[in-house]
C-alpha cells in the first residue's frame, strides 16, 4: 500500500504542479510529424504499386511487402520489451529514444533511397526484386524501432500527444498519396514518365525524411517536454528501489482488452488493405490509377479516424474493445459482397464508400485504444504499456499479413 500512495502522490503532485505552456503548439507539431515519419516510408513503397507493379506484374508485391515489413517489425519490438523488462545489463538499457530515433530514421532514408539507386545501376528484374524486399524488411526493423520508442515515450506524456502521434501516421498516407498522384500526373503516361515520376516520387520522400530527423533532434530541448522528462524521472528514482524492474506480463495482463482489441483492428485491416483492394477491384475508367485512388480514399478516412479523438473518446476500454471485435468483423462479408455481388455493388461508388467506413473505423478505434492504455496503468508503467500496444499492433499486423493470402488460395 506503502508503493500505491507514493506512487498516487507523485501522480498527483505531477498533475498540480504548474508546467510550462506548449507555445505555439510545437510540442504537439512536432509529436505529429514524428508519426508521418515513422509510416511515411511504409506508405510510400505500398502507394507506388503502380511502379513496382510494372517492374514485377507476376508478384504479388502488395502481399510480399506486408509480409517481409510486418515480420521483420516483431523482433525489434520484443528487443525493446526486453531492455524495459530488465533481460539485459544496465547498460544496455541505456540507449536513448534520441539514439533509436536516429537510428531507425537514417535506416527508412536508406530503405526510400534504394528503389531509384538499383534503377540508376541497371540492376536486372529478377535481381532488384529481391534486393527491393530486403530494403521493405530493413525498413519494417526501422519501423519497429521507431514505433515502440514513440508510443512508448508519447505513453508517458499527456494523452494529446500520442493523439497527435497517431494523427501523423495517418496524415502520411495522405500526404505519400496526394504526391504520388501530382507525380504521376505531371508527366506522360508511359513508362519512361512512370520512371521518371517515381525518382520524383522516392526524392520528395527522402527530403520529407531528412525534417522528421531534424524534428527528433528538437524535441528533448522543448520546455514543457523536459518537464514531463524530469518528472518522470522523480517518480523512477522513488520507486525503482523497490518495485524492481517493470515486468511485461504484468503490463499486458492489466492491457488485455486494449492489447486485444488493436491486435483484432490490424489483423482485419492487413488482411484487407492494401493487397486484397488493390488486386482484386478493377476500373475501365480509371484504370491503373484505380489502386492509387482506392489507397487515397483509405488514407483520407483514416486520417479523419484518427483525428476524431481530439473531439470525443470514450472511457470504457471493455467497450472499445467490443466494437474493436463486431465494428470490424463485418468488413469480412462486405467486401466480398462488393467483389462478387451485383454489378452496381462492384462499381467505383459503392467500392469507395465500404473503403472510406474500413479507414474512419481503423483510425479512430486505433487513437482511442492507443490513448487511453497508457493512461489505465501507473505512470512508471506507462512506457512499457506504449511498448505492449505496439507489440499487439505488430502481432495483427503480421497476422493480418499471413490472413490476406487467404484471398488468393
Avoid at 520508442?149 to 496526394?178: C, D, H, K, N, W
Avoid at 465494428?327 to 469480412?332: E, S
Amino acid at each position: 500500500m506503502e508503493e500505491g500512495g507514493r506512487s498516487k502522490n507523485f501522480a498527483e503532485d505531477y498533475r498540480h504542479e504548474i508546467q510550462p505552456k506548449d507555445r505555439c503548439n510545437i510540442a504537439y507539431t512536432v509529436h505529429f510529424i514524428l508519426g508521418l515519419g515513422n509510416l511515411l516510408p511504409w506508405n510510400a513503397l505500398i502507394t507506388a504499386i503502380d511502379y513496382f507493379g510494372y517492374l514485377y506484374p507476376t508478384k504479388h508485391i502488395d502481399k510480399v511487402f506486408s509480409i517481409a515489413y510486418m515480420g521483420s517489425s516483431l523482433p525489434v519490438l520484443l528487443l525493446l520489451i526486453g531492455c524495459r523488462s530488465n533481460w539485459f545489463s544496465h547498460k544496455e538499457r541505456r540507449l536513448s529514444f534520441r539514439f533509436r530515433m536516429n537510428t531507425g530514421l537514417f535506416m527508412f532514408l536508406l530503405t526510400l533511397m534504394t528503389p531509384p539507386i538499383i534503377d540508376w545501376c541497371g540492376v536486372s528484374t529478377s535481381s532488384s526484386y529481391y534486393v527491393i524486399v530486403g530494403a521493405v524488411a530493413v525498413c519494417g526493423l526501422a519501423d519497429g524501432l521507431i514505433g515502440g520508442s514513440l508510443i512508448g515515450f508519447a505513453g508517458e506524456l499527456p494523452e494529446r500527444y500520442m493523439q497527435a502521434v497517431f494523427a501523423g501516421t495517418a496524415s502520411s498516407g495522405v500526404l505519400v498519396s496526394v504526391l504520388r498522384i501530382i507525380t504521376k500526373a505531371s508527366l506522360p503516361q508511359n513508362p519512361k514518365g512512370l520512371q521518371t515520376s517515381s525518382y520524383l516520387y522516392f526524392l520528395v520522400s527522402n527530403l520529407l525524411m531528412l525534417g522528421c530527423i531534424i524534428c527528433c533532434n528538437l524535441l528533448n530541448k522543448l520546455p514543457v517536454i523536459q518537464y514531463h522528462i524530469a518528472h518522470k524521472k522523480e517518480i523512477s528514482a522513488s520507486l525503482s528501489p523497490s518495485t524492481g524492474p517493470i515486468k511485461f506480463w504484468v503490463v499486458a495482463k492489466k492491457l488485455k482488452f486494449s492489447a486485444l482489441g488493436v491486435l483484432f483492428i490490424y489483423t482485419v485491416t492487413l488482411s484487407i488493405f492494401p493487397g486484397f483492394i488493390t488486386e482484386n477491384f478493377q476500373s475501365k475508367s480509371l484504370k491503373d490509377w484505380y489502386p492509387v485512388v482506392l489507397i487515397t480514399v483509405y488514407n483520407v478516412s483514416d486520417l479523419f479516424g484518427k483525428s476524431l479523438p481530439s473531439i470525443f473518446i470514450p472511457k470504457s476500454i471493455g467497450k472499445v474493445s467490443w466494437a474493436c471485435l463486431f465494428g470490424r468483423v463485418v468488413f469480412y462479408p462486405s467486401f466480398t459482397a462488393c467483389l462478387h455481388g451485383p454489378r452496381w455493388l462492384r462499381s467505383e461508388v459503392p467500392v469507395m464508400i465500404l473503403i472510406s467506413l474500413f479507414g474512419l473505423s481503423n483510425g479512430y478505434l486505433t487513437s482511442v485504444l492507443m490513448i487511453l492504455a497508457p493512461k489505465s496503468v501507473s505512470v512508471f508503467e506507462a512506457e512499457m504499456a506504449g511498448i505492449v500496444m505496439a507489440l499487439f499492433l505488430g502481432f495483427g499486423l503480421v497476422l493480418g499479413s499471413v490472413v490476406g493470402w487467404i484471398w488468393v488460395i
